[in-house]
Protein backbone atom coordinates (compact mmCIF):
# COMPACT_ATOMS: atom_id res chain seq x y z
CA UNK A 1 0.00 0.00 0.00
CA UNK A 2 0.94 3.62 -0.06
CA UNK A 3 3.10 5.25 2.67
CA UNK A 4 4.84 8.43 3.35
CA UNK A 5 7.96 8.86 5.94
CA UNK A 6 9.38 12.37 6.73
CA UNK A 7 12.02 13.17 8.67
CA UNK A 8 11.34 13.11 12.76
CA UNK A 9 11.37 16.44 15.02
CA UNK A 10 11.08 18.64 16.52
CA UNK A 11 13.25 20.78 14.19
CA UNK A 12 14.60 24.15 15.86
CA UNK A 13 16.20 26.89 13.44
CA UNK A 14 17.38 30.71 14.25
CA UNK A 15 15.51 33.00 11.86
CA UNK A 16 16.78 33.13 8.55
CA UNK A 17 18.21 30.08 8.28
CA UNK A 18 18.22 27.48 5.12
CA UNK A 19 15.48 24.49 5.74
CA UNK A 20 14.93 21.38 4.78
CA UNK A 21 12.22 18.59 5.69
CA UNK A 22 13.08 15.31 3.83
CA UNK A 23 9.81 13.18 2.46
CA UNK A 24 10.18 10.16 0.31
CA UNK A 25 7.03 7.90 -0.33
CA UNK A 26 5.83 4.53 -1.46
CA UNK A 27 3.04 4.17 -3.61
CA UNK A 28 2.49 2.40 -7.33
CA UNK A 29 1.80 4.54 -10.21
CA UNK A 30 2.16 7.81 -10.25
CA UNK A 31 0.65 9.72 -7.18
CA UNK A 32 0.44 13.48 -6.56
CA UNK A 33 2.54 14.84 -3.69
CA UNK A 34 1.58 17.45 -1.66
CA UNK A 35 3.24 19.60 1.33
CA UNK A 36 0.43 20.69 3.89
CA UNK A 37 1.23 23.21 6.90
CA UNK A 38 -0.78 23.11 10.50
CA UNK A 39 -0.28 26.72 12.73
CA UNK A 40 -0.92 26.19 16.19
CA UNK A 41 -5.03 26.03 16.80
CA UNK A 42 -5.76 25.83 13.36
CA UNK A 43 -6.52 23.03 10.64
CA UNK A 44 -4.40 21.63 8.22
CA UNK A 45 -3.41 24.16 5.12
CA UNK A 46 -2.55 23.02 1.64
CA UNK A 47 1.48 24.58 1.15
CA UNK A 48 2.04 23.49 -2.35
CA UNK A 49 1.71 20.26 -4.68
CA UNK A 50 3.10 18.49 -7.37
CA UNK A 51 1.15 15.95 -9.97
CA UNK A 52 4.03 14.55 -11.94
CA UNK A 53 7.27 13.83 -11.98
CA UNK A 54 9.84 16.55 -12.29
CA UNK A 55 6.93 19.13 -10.68
CA UNK A 56 8.15 21.96 -9.04
CA UNK A 57 5.96 22.95 -6.36
CA UNK A 58 6.25 26.69 -4.67
CA UNK A 59 4.16 28.56 -2.16
CA UNK A 60 5.06 31.15 0.71
CA UNK A 61 8.84 31.06 -0.06
CA UNK A 62 8.81 27.06 0.31
CA UNK A 63 9.37 24.63 -2.53
CA UNK A 64 9.74 20.83 -3.30
CA UNK A 65 10.50 19.12 -6.02
CA UNK A 66 8.82 15.79 -7.36
CA UNK A 67 11.83 13.74 -7.62
CA UNK A 68 10.17 9.95 -8.70
CA UNK A 69 13.65 8.24 -9.45
CA UNK A 70 14.37 8.73 -5.40
CA UNK A 71 10.71 8.74 -4.59
CA UNK A 72 11.23 12.07 -3.04
CA UNK A 73 9.33 15.38 -1.76
CA UNK A 74 11.57 17.47 0.01
CA UNK A 75 10.17 20.34 1.86
CA UNK A 76 12.98 23.21 1.69
CA UNK A 77 12.94 27.30 2.29
CA UNK A 78 16.05 29.47 2.05
CA UNK A 79 15.28 32.01 4.59
CA UNK A 80 12.80 30.79 7.25
CA UNK A 81 10.82 33.50 9.76
CA UNK A 82 9.28 33.13 13.03
CA UNK A 83 6.08 32.69 11.59
CA UNK A 84 6.58 29.76 10.09
CA UNK A 85 6.65 27.82 13.09
CA UNK A 86 4.06 24.79 12.55
CA UNK A 87 3.53 21.50 11.96
CA UNK A 88 4.34 20.20 8.13
CA UNK A 89 3.30 17.08 6.59
CA UNK A 90 3.99 15.64 3.93
CA UNK A 91 1.12 13.34 1.73
CA UNK A 92 0.65 11.66 -1.10
CA UNK A 93 -3.31 10.65 -3.19
CA UNK A 94 -3.29 7.95 -5.43
CA UNK A 95 -3.87 8.76 -9.14
CA UNK A 96 -6.77 5.88 -8.96
CA UNK A 97 -9.69 5.96 -7.35
CA UNK A 98 -10.81 9.00 -4.80
CA UNK A 99 -9.22 12.02 -3.47
CA UNK A 100 -7.70 9.46 -0.14
CA UNK A 101 -4.45 11.47 1.43
CA UNK A 102 -1.91 9.30 2.83
CA UNK A 103 -0.13 11.52 5.31
CA UNK A 104 3.52 11.19 6.91
CA UNK A 105 3.38 11.47 10.49
CA UNK A 106 4.23 15.35 10.74
CA UNK A 107 7.91 17.48 11.51
CA UNK A 108 7.08 19.93 13.93
CA UNK A 109 9.47 23.24 13.13
CA UNK A 110 10.17 26.34 15.80
CA UNK A 111 11.73 29.26 14.60
CA UNK A 112 13.72 31.30 17.02
CA UNK A 113 14.34 34.89 16.57
CA UNK B 1 -19.38 31.80 8.30
CA UNK B 2 -16.87 30.57 5.78
CA UNK B 3 -14.34 27.71 5.80
CA UNK B 4 -14.92 24.46 7.80
CA UNK B 5 -15.78 24.75 11.18
CA UNK B 6 -16.30 22.03 13.66
CA UNK B 7 -17.44 21.87 17.33
CA UNK B 8 -17.09 21.61 19.91
CA UNK B 9 -13.21 22.74 19.99
CA UNK B 10 -12.57 21.02 22.92
CA UNK B 11 -14.28 17.67 24.67
CA UNK B 12 -13.47 15.83 27.61
CA UNK B 13 -15.95 12.53 28.29
CA UNK B 14 -15.60 9.61 30.55
CA UNK B 15 -15.75 5.86 28.88
CA UNK B 16 -19.67 5.67 29.76
CA UNK B 17 -20.50 9.08 27.96
CA UNK B 18 -22.19 9.66 24.53
CA UNK B 19 -20.87 12.85 22.53
CA UNK B 20 -21.03 14.13 18.78
CA UNK B 21 -18.80 16.36 17.27
CA UNK B 22 -19.94 18.51 14.43
CA UNK B 23 -18.68 19.46 11.31
CA UNK B 24 -20.17 22.43 8.62
CA UNK B 25 -18.11 23.24 5.32
CA UNK B 26 -19.76 26.82 3.55
CA UNK B 27 -17.67 25.94 0.43
CA UNK B 28 -20.37 24.24 -1.53
CA UNK B 29 -18.70 20.73 -1.76
CA UNK B 30 -19.99 17.27 -1.96
CA UNK B 31 -17.16 15.21 -0.29
CA UNK B 32 -16.61 15.46 3.66
CA UNK B 33 -14.43 13.65 6.01
CA UNK B 34 -13.04 12.82 9.31
CA UNK B 35 -9.66 12.02 10.20
CA UNK B 36 -7.63 11.16 13.83
CA UNK B 37 -4.67 13.51 14.32
CA UNK B 38 -2.76 11.05 17.64
CA UNK B 39 0.88 12.02 18.58
CA UNK B 40 3.68 10.92 16.64
CA UNK B 41 1.35 8.85 13.91
CA UNK B 42 0.46 9.77 10.72
CA UNK B 43 -2.78 11.31 9.86
CA UNK B 44 -5.52 8.39 10.09
CA UNK B 45 -8.42 8.91 7.62
CA UNK B 46 -11.32 7.42 9.09
CA UNK B 47 -14.62 7.84 7.12
CA UNK B 48 -15.74 9.56 3.42
CA UNK B 49 -18.61 10.76 2.54
CA UNK B 50 -19.72 11.63 -1.68
CA UNK B 51 -22.63 12.91 -2.02
CA UNK B 52 -24.16 11.98 1.59
CA UNK B 53 -23.25 8.27 1.20
CA UNK B 54 -20.43 6.42 3.24
CA UNK B 55 -17.59 5.43 0.70
CA UNK B 56 -14.97 4.81 3.28
CA UNK B 57 -14.78 3.08 6.25
CA UNK B 58 -10.93 2.49 7.40
CA UNK B 59 -11.69 -0.51 9.92
CA UNK B 60 -12.76 2.01 12.33
CA UNK B 61 -14.62 0.39 15.91
CA UNK B 62 -18.22 0.64 15.84
CA UNK B 63 -17.81 2.54 18.62
CA UNK B 64 -17.69 5.56 15.82
CA UNK B 65 -20.65 6.04 14.05
CA UNK B 66 -20.51 8.89 11.51
CA UNK B 67 -23.70 10.84 10.08
CA UNK B 68 -24.22 12.88 7.16
CA UNK B 69 -27.58 14.47 6.66
CA UNK B 70 -26.93 16.62 3.85
CA UNK B 71 -23.64 17.96 1.98
CA UNK B 72 -22.85 20.42 4.51
CA UNK B 73 -23.06 18.89 8.00
CA UNK B 74 -21.43 15.72 9.06
CA UNK B 75 -21.20 14.49 12.83
CA UNK B 76 -19.16 12.00 14.32
CA UNK B 77 -21.21 10.25 17.68
CA UNK B 78 -19.10 8.11 20.05
CA UNK B 79 -19.80 6.38 22.92
CA UNK B 80 -17.93 4.19 24.78
CA UNK B 81 -14.75 4.99 23.92
CA UNK B 82 -11.27 4.10 25.10
CA UNK B 83 -8.89 6.25 26.41
CA UNK B 84 -6.63 5.90 23.62
CA UNK B 85 -9.27 7.77 21.47
CA UNK B 86 -7.98 10.25 22.67
CA UNK B 87 -6.74 12.55 20.03
CA UNK B 88 -7.51 15.33 17.70
CA UNK B 89 -10.82 14.74 15.24
CA UNK B 90 -9.89 16.89 12.03
CA UNK B 91 -13.03 17.10 9.46
CA UNK B 92 -12.49 18.00 6.02
CA UNK B 93 -14.55 18.97 2.78
CA UNK B 94 -13.79 18.70 -0.67
CA UNK B 95 -15.05 18.94 -4.47
CA UNK B 96 -15.79 15.50 -5.76
CA UNK B 97 -13.64 14.40 -8.63
CA UNK B 98 -15.92 13.26 -10.84
CA UNK B 99 -18.24 16.28 -10.65
CA UNK B 100 -15.11 19.10 -10.98
CA UNK B 101 -13.47 17.09 -13.81
CA UNK B 102 -10.69 18.29 -12.31
CA UNK B 103 -7.59 16.42 -11.44
CA UNK B 104 -7.09 17.05 -7.79
CA UNK B 105 -9.37 18.77 -6.15
CA UNK B 106 -7.87 20.32 -2.43
CA UNK B 107 -9.09 19.21 1.11
CA UNK B 108 -10.65 22.00 3.17
CA UNK B 109 -9.91 21.01 6.63
CA UNK B 110 -11.20 22.67 9.89
CA UNK B 111 -9.68 23.57 13.19
CA UNK B 112 -10.01 20.03 14.66
CA UNK B 113 -12.05 19.00 18.28
CA UNK B 114 -9.64 17.92 20.62
CA UNK B 115 -11.13 14.70 22.55
CA UNK B 116 -9.69 13.38 25.76
CA UNK B 117 -11.23 10.28 27.07
CA UNK B 118 -10.91 9.62 30.66
Known amino acids: GNSVTQMEGPVTLSEEAFLTINCTYT??????LFWYVQYPGEGLQLLLK?????DKGSNKGFEATYRKETTSFHLEKGSVQVSDSAVYFC????????????FGTGTRLTIIP | ETGVTQTPRHLVMGMTNKKSLKCEQH?????MYWYKQSAKKPLELMFV???????ENNSVPSRFSPECPNSSHLFLHLHTLQPEDSALYLC?????????????????FGPGTRLTVL
Open chain 2, 92 to 108: ASSQDRRTSGLDYNEQF
Open chain 1, 27 to 32: ATGYPS
Open chain 1, 50 to 54: ATKAD
Open chain 1, 91 to 102: ALRSNFGNEKLT
Open chain 2, 27 to 31: LGHNA
Open chain 2, 49 to 55: YNFKEQT
